[in-house]
């Protein structure tokens, strides 16, 4: 029988979370930047 790497899966749950994380955090600056450019139109000539 294998013996459990604890390591690997606690990196691996650190790594998934780091990723949600940094999803989360572009999903706000893009929803930040869609209502500062809501708010300011800026037309191009």
Same mark, same amino acid.
């Given at each position: 029988? $294998? #013996? +459990? %790497?604890?390591?690997? @899966? #606690? $990196? &691996?749950?650190?790594?998934? #979370? =780091? *990723? *949600?994380? @940094?999803? *989360? $955090?572009? *999903?706000? +600056?893009?929803?930040?930047? &869609? $209502?500062?450019?809501?708010? %300011?139109? =800026? +037309?191009?000539?």
């Amino acid at each position: 029988m $294998r #013996k +459990t %790497n604890y390591s690997f @899966e #606690k $990196r &691996q749950r650190e790594v998934a #979370k =780091q *990723k *949600k994380r @940094e999803a *989360k $955090r572009l *999903k706000k +600056t893009e929803k930040a930047d &869609q $209502r500062d450019n809501e708010d %300011n139109p =800026q +037309t191009i000539l």
